[in-house]
């Protein structure tokens, strides 16, 4: 397998150029041959959590480049409206909307504005849903998907596809999905759809698989039937959560596909349709692993993120009119490359000191521990499974004396291998944007950037686009002389009804259908309820305005 070892564009402070990290250079280039403004398809993959020292690591760990070297071409500034460290829901709404927010919210304008830089009148408006760059994909008639290794209402996601005031609104999320018209849907959060006691069935009553197959999808929840399908409709679940670690997989859930895998699928469907595509890609797992200062997870999944890049860009490369964006959301877990071990000893010490311990895990922490027995019996064993080999006696007795296993085990690796962890949360550095073909972004950019750069590539506005799609509908339905009135009947699914003279029109919320006198219609973009108040498209207006 031969990949590009050429830097693209600028080298950021602090980083070092690939040629300096032991692997040489190559005289291929990943340069498309046309580089005009516009793009006919769009794929912007996102690694969730991944500071540039867990690409190194994983860079290192590999023993060759990543398919993301060959296409560095500057940074991405992450900041929210208020925290110079951002939450995933305000960084998929900062990518996705081209709007900073606030922490926890999807898909919406900020109630607080703090950073400096952001514009305060974001907060004139707080909670407003705001269009994507998804939305303003289909309304250019292109096909869409989402791809995700979480459940595809987590917040990254959630933010190229749904509005809601809480990420942890996982019905809101899953069902404004339902009803958004993508093409292609592939990832976890099959709970999410169906009815239950698990903590993320649906309240409401409503087994949205059906409507899924109702639309005409190929709903399918395992990696064979996923690569059987020749539908131009897909729609796969294939966890009731999150899916496995890629580097878990093999032992623990083979029937569930890659990231590439899904990645692959998803550009031979979308690219079925003549007026090209938009896609959406994340690698979730890297920040849940951060979380856990867990470096062998860290480094699984951005391998698995990174063959879904390579994926992403053999296609560009073949098809020349395909600008595909790769970035991280946000660092997490402060990773260092050298701990307090090497304080001394770091000039002469080798890179296999720092990578040879992980090689040793056959087993994530996630994977190593649903291995422990109840009884806590077989602990050396797991700890042999993540890497904790032939312990010292030190090792061992922190070991079998340990109350919280997953944290013993990663702070003996992390010794180990000298590496350092600065905190369990998210981090705020800038990071390493990645592009290629038409229209690419390059430099150093902030997040709301790539959104902007998403839709012009695509030949849309977002600001206009969201000035179609989510107006007051109190105040616009008021405009044309109707009565609007909330029927909260089913408290779980709250409908908006407009009356005018002898006219009523009903929007569901969360759902894409207008009903005007019995008679249901689609519509271009969902009904959001955001901070008491109905968002609508002006497409709905005018056709309770019109009567049909």
Request: glycine share 8%; net charge neutral.
């Amino acid at each position: 397998m031969k990949l590009s070892k050429k830097v693209m564009g600028i080298t950021l402070a602090g980083s070092l150029a690939i040629g300096s990290l032991g692997f040489g250079s190559s005289d291929e280039k990943v340069e498309a041959k046309k580089d005009p403004q516009q793009a006919k398809n769009v794929i912007v993959l996102v690694m969730d959590g991944v500071s540039s020292s867990t690409t190194t690591l994983a860079r290192w760990y590999k023993g060759e480049p990543l398919a993301m070297d060959g296409i560095l071409t500057g940074g991405v500034r992450t900041y929210s409206a208020e925290s110079a460290i951002t939450d995933s829901a305000p960084a998929g709404t900062a990518l996705a909307t081209g709007n900073k927010s606030n922490d926890k919210l999807v898909g919406v304008l900020p109630e607080t504005v703090t950073s400096p830089g952001v514009d305060p009148s974001l907060a004139d408006n707080p909670l407003k849903p705001v269009a994507n760059v998804l939305e303003g994909a289909k309304t250019s008639k292109k096909a869409t998907g989402i791809i995700s290794t979480s459940e595809i209402q987590h917040a990254t996601p959630a933010g190229f596809s749904a509005h809601a005031t809480h990420r942890s609104q996982y019905d809101n999320i899953a069902e404004q999905q339902v009803y958004q018209g993508m093409d292609v849907v592939l990832g976890g959060g099959k709970d999410s759809f169906t009815t239950g006691s698990a903590k993320n069935n649906r309240k409401d009553g409503e087994d949205l698989t059906k409507v899924i197959e109702s639309k005409d999808y190929d709903f399918v929840d395992t990696r064979d039937e996923l690569l059987k399908s020749k539908s131009s409709k897909l729609w796969g679940a294939f966890a009731p959560a999150e899916l496995a670690y890629d580097l878990d997989r093999p032992q623990t859930k083979p029937n569930e596909p890659t990231l590439a895998e899904m990645t692959k699928k998803g550009i031979s469907t979308l690219s079925k349709d003549k007026d090209g595509f938009f896609l959406f890609v994340e690698g979730s797992k890297p920040d849940w692993a951060a979380h856990a200062n867990d470096p062998v997870g860290m480094i699984s999944d951005v391998l698995a993120y990174d063959a879904a890049v390579k994926e992403a860009l053999d296609y560009a490369k073949k098809d020349k009119n395909t600008m595909v964006i790769a970035v991280s959301d946000h660092g997490n877990s402060g990773i260092s490359i050298g701990n307090q071990n090497t304080s001394k000893s770091y000039p002469s010490t080798p890179v296999s000191a720092y990578v040879d311990p992980l090689k040793k895990a056959e087993m994530t922490l996630e994977g190593a521990l649903k291995q422990l027995k109840p009884d806590k019996s077989n602990a050396l064993e797991v700890a042999a499974l993540y890497g904790i080999d032939h312990p010292s006696a030190e090792e061992r007795k922190a070991i079998e004396e340990s109350s919280d296993l997953g944290k013993t085990l990663v702070q003996l690796l992390a010794a180990r291998a000298n590496i350092g962890f600065t905190t369990g949360g998210h981090t705020g550095e800038d990071l390493f944007l990645y592009s290629y073909g038409p229209g690419k972004p390059e430099g150093l950019v902030q997040n709301t950037d790539i959104a902007h750069t998403v839709a012009g590539a695509l030949g849309f506005d977002l600001k206009k686009l969201d000035k179609q799609l989510f107006v007051d509908a109190e105040k616009a339905f008021k405009e044309i002389g109707a009565k609007v009135s909330i029927d909260s009947s089913d408290s779980q699914n709250p409908v908006l009804v407009v009356k005018k003279d002898k006219k009523e029109a009903k929007l569901p919320v969360n759902k894409n259908i207008v009903t005007v006198n019995g008679k249901d219609r689609e519509l271009n973009s969902v009904t959001v309820q955001s901070n008491g108040k109905f968002y609508v498209s002006k497409e709905a207006v005018e056709l309770v305005k019109k009567g049909r």
